[in-house]
């Protein structure tokens, strides 16, 4: 998995007057959790502020990343959990991170990537990606940047669903029954199967 880093400061003050006043100053405020839970058993998070320039770095990217992110000098190493954006304007208005350690596995979506000329495409049919990101659970140190799916033998009408693939040192914890990418038929396939059967 790729890295990058961003800096942030902490925030004391948490409220929505503040968060927009901060948002105004074209910061994003944001929160980190982690292992350490507090004498209810709830996680303790971390709030702080990073500049918008910096969470774009992280945020428009077909990549995934570890993000190391220095918090007034303290490094913290983190994957992004949930990121939300403003209704209109569709910018960065909140990033929640999550702390990792090299020993703890995580979830994380991970990029599907297809790989090869399915039979069904040769045999005129289009070759359609239904979902983008597959969950996995590993050590993030485990984790690629993306997860390669052989589709050479896909054939016309054909499906792979996630219960059939598997990666090595990966928890694929997607639904079994998601259908990852297919082999639809085209009009022009249909119309080619029409003929074919209609000269028989």
């Known amino acids: 998995m ?5 800096s942030g400061q902490l925030r004391s003050d948490l409220g ?11 910061l994003v ?11 209810q058993g709830n ?3 971390t709030h702080f502020l990073v500049s918008n320039k910096e969470i774009d770095k992280c945020v428009y990217t ?3 990343y570890l993000v190391n992110i220095n918090i007034d000098g303290v490094e913290h190493k983190a994957v992004m959990r949930e990121i939300q954006f403003h209704p209109v304007k569709d910018n960065v208005i909140h990033v929640d991170f999550f702390e990792v350690t090299d020993e703890k596995p995580i979830v994380m979506g991970v990029p599907v990537a297809p790989q090869g000329l399915a039979a069904g ?13 597959l969950n996995v ?5 485990a984790i690629p940047e993306k997860l390669v799916i052989d589709v050479t033998n896909l054939e016309l009408g054909k499906s792979i669903k996630c219960g059939e693939l598997s990666f090595e040192g990966l928890e694929l914890v997607t639904p079994k029954e998601v259908v990852v990418v ?4 085209t009009r022009a396939a249909r119309g080619a199967a029409a003929a074919a059967a209609a000269a028989k």
């Open 62 to 64: 077909p990549h995934i």
């Open 121 to 133: 495409v040769r045999a005129g049919g289009k070759l359609v990606t239904m979902v983008r990101k």
């Open 16 to 26: 929505k007057k503040a968060s927009k006043m901060y948002r105004a100053q074209g």
């Open 137 to 141: 659970r590993a050590p993030y140190t």
């Open 182 to 185: 297919s082999v639809q038929m």
């Open 43 to 45: 996680p303790v998070a």
């Open 29 to 39: 405020p944001c929160v980190m959790y982690g292992e350490n839970k507090d004498e």
């Open 2 to 6: 790729k890295s990058i880093s961003i």
